[in-house]
């Protein structure tokens, strides 16, 4: 990007200063984004930000966070809390989306309000493990779920066993080891699935967008399903009288036992803090709504489809997710035992790996059911990764045509017009994060980053409020200020809980966004002086 369109909010708002008529946001937009095709209309881009968000995390963290919050009324509680800040989000990025409807979203937001040096932040976490660690993480899941039907597909099948990594301890903390390298089958699949849907992606964002809605709505169904199929066909009479009786509200207005860090003291915290802690597993899995401001620069008519999208599309997602968590409540008892010998001895707190969904489902049909969500969890992450894949390189092509990737990967193929070098850089790195082993641990260090980019994207809307009150804004923020403040308090709250209680999930990530900061300045001193964007 030349110097001229880095400095395109300066030139908008100097001619604020000498007239008051709107500003149109167009001028904010790359020339580059004009090669893109437009292709995502309003079903493909609201099916983006259902299928990005519906991974195997709905069917598995309900486990951990019942054992965490130890209430029926608290779990659904998590979730309304994951649920409200997850639409406000929702409502505040339509705002930013439809005055910058560009190629790279979120990255080109920070940089326009924050400046270049927090988009390259953004980009540089989103890049090292946000996506490529969330897309091999749902790769193995695929993977694994595979070898339900291939029992040969696992993880102790080695084609190629390197070396095993050891444990490296940060205080009481392990931050990085216990991980193979090698090959095995199940990751094997991962790689297979993730080399096919990049080179499918690579033959324009049409075909990518066909594959996302077919699977987004294959998965919208089974989740559909497992939602009517548990409230007409499966309640069970032990659940419903454990779960929805004297013991709905078991905890709310008592103080909870937790763990700080690992190996630490158990210590005494209020339910506003456990429900803070419990959003590790709701937040994450609720994650990747915003992926589809990624690809701004192919939505057609974007200052109209990408806020009515994100508005649908999350709402949608957080009603079956709160649904379904439901429809466990329905079907297993939360209290349980991890030395159960069958699933309602077991219960939510204990199913069998955390599979709260397949523990559901088999206690409503039997062995079958373990195979149709085996299906169902398929489904589900082949469509997410596609969606994630698609997505994700075009913030790196965003990055590079501000000369803060390699340069190559802001270059578009010359006939499908999709940023074919940053999907082959993106899928080299997976690969290597499949292989290494360590997406799973980098995974847990991304949480609290994570919500530190949603806080200074949601703070820059207010930035730009100010420094641009009258650019053309097609759509204007629900609830502003109120609601965008009140999601800044509640998010502060939560990452200065984990930051407390659970520093094995906060440090490292905050260690990796650091480290993009000399990063930046040595990219940045690569490049003429005169292309470089103002900080």
Same mark, same amino acid.
């Given at each position: 990007m030349t110097s001229t369109t880095s400095h395109s909010y300066l030139a908008s708002e100097n001619c604020l200063s000498v007239e008051t008529k709107p500003v149109p946001a167009t001028t904010i937009i790359a020339t580059s984004d004009r090669e893109f095709v437009k292709g995502l209309g309003l079903t493909s881009s609201t099916m983006l930000v259902m299928g990005s968000m519906i991974g195997s995390g709905i069917f598995l963290v309900s486990a951990e966070i019942s054992r965490e919050v130890g209430s029926p009324a608290l779990l659904i509680g998590a979730w309304l809390i994951t649920?409200?800040?997850?639409?406000?989000?929702?409502?505040?990025?339509?705002?930013?989306?439809?005055?910058?409807?560009?190629?790279?979203?979120?990255?080109?937001?920070?940089?326009?309000?924050?400046?270049?040096?927090?988009?390259?932040?953004?980009?540089?976490?989103?890049?090292?493990?946000?996506?490529?660690?969330?897309?091999?993480?749902?790769?193995?899941?695929?993977?694994?779920?595979?070898?339900?039907?291939?029992?040969?597909?696992?993880?102790?099948?080695?084609?190629?066993?390197?070396?095993?990594?050891?444990?490296?301890?940060?205080?009481?903390?392990?931050?990085?080891?216990?991980m193979d390298v090698g090959i095995n089958t199940q990751n094997l699949m991962a790689i297979l699935l993730v080399v096919a849907l990049s080179v499918i992606n690579v033959f324009g964002v049409k075909t990518g967008a066909?594959?996302?809605?077919?699977?987004?709505?294959?998965?919208?169904?089974?989740?559909?399903?497992?939602?009517?199929?548990?409230?007409?066909?499966?309640?069970?009479a032990a659940a419903?009288?454990?779960?929805?009786?004297?013991?709905?509200?078991?905890?709310?207005?008592?103080?909870?036992?937790?763990q700080v860090g690992v190996g630490g003291p158990f210590v005494l915290v209020s339910t506003l803090t456990i429900l803070a802690v419990a959003q590790v597993g709701s937040l994450f899995s609720a994650d990747a709504w915003n992926n589809v401001t990624f690809t701004a620069g192919e939505v057609i008519n974007p200052k109209r489809n990408l806020p009515i999208s994100l508005a649908l599309g999350t709402g949608v997602v957080i009603a079956l997710y709160i649904a379904c968590n439901v429809i466990y409540l329905n079907v297993l008892p939360l209290y349980g035992s991890a030395n159960g010998a069958t699933i309602l001895q077991r219960g939510i707190q204990y199913a069998t790996e955390d599979r709260v969904a397949t523990a559901a489902l088999t206690q409503m049909f039997g062995a079958l059911g373990g195979y149709l969500m085996a299906a169902a969890i398929m489904v589900s992450s082949?469509?997410?990764?596609?969606?994630?894949?698609l997505s994700g390189a075009r913030v790196y092509y965003a990055m590079a045509k501000d000369g803060l990737f390699f340069r190559s990967a802001g270059?578009?193929?010359?006939?499908?017009?999709?940023?074919?070098?940053?999907?082959?850089?993106?899928?080299?790195?997976?690969c290597i994060l499949c292989v290494s082993g360590s997406y799973g641990q980098l995974l847990d260090y991304v949480v609290f980053a994570v919500l530190v980019f949603? @806080?200074?994207? !949601?703070?820059?809307?207010? #930035? +730009?409020?100010?420094?641009? $009150?009258?650019?053309?804004? &097609?759509?204007?923020? %629900?609830?502003?200020?109120?609601?965008?403040?009140?999601?800044? @308090?509640?998010? !502060?709250?939560?990452?200065? #809980? +984990?930051?407390?209680?659970? $520093?094995?999930?906060?440090? &490292?990530?905050?260690? %990796?966004?650091?480290?993009?900061?000399?990063?930046?300045?040595?990219?940045?001193?690569?490049?003429?002086?005169?292309e470089t964007p103002a900080a």
């Open positions: 649920g409200f800040l997850t639409i406000v989000g929702a409502l505040t990025y339509g705002e930013l989306a439809a005055m910058m409807p560009h190629a790279g979203g979120q990255y080109i937001y920070l940089r326009e309000a924050l400046g270049p040096l927090w988009g390259f932040l953004y980009g540089w976490t989103l890049f090292l493990v946000i996506q490529t660690g969330t897309i091999a993480a749902v790769g193995v899941a695929f993977g694994k779920f595979l070898g339900v039907f291939f029992p040969s597909i696992s993880s102790t099948h080695w084609l190629l066993h390197l070396f095993k990594v050891p444990p490296i301890h940060i205080g009481s903390s392990i931050v990085v080891g216990n066909l594959i996302q809605n077919v699977f987004t709505f294959a998965k919208v169904a089974a989740l559909l399903g497992l939602v009517i199929v548990g409230l007409f066909v499966g309640r069970n419903l009288a454990a779960n929805f009786g004297a013991n709905f509200w078991h905890g709310v207005t008592s103080l909870h036992s937790i082949f469509g997410c990764n596609n969606g994630l894949i270059k578009l193929h010359p006939t499908y017009k999709t940023p074919v070098v940053s999907l082959m850089v993106q899928m080299v790195w997976i949603y @806080i200074l994207t !949601i703070a820059g809307l207010f #930035v +730009l409020r100010f420094k641009l $009150p009258n650019a053309e804004r &097609p759509y204007r923020a %629900i609830g502003y200020p109120v609601l965008p403040a009140v999601y800044i @308090i509640m998010a !502060i709250f939560i990452d200065i #809980v +984990l930051l407390v209680y659970k $520093p094995q999930y906060t440090w &490292p990530g905050l260690i %990796i966004v650091l480290l993009g900061i000399p990063v930046y300045y040595i990219w940045r001193s690569r490049r003429p002086i005169a």
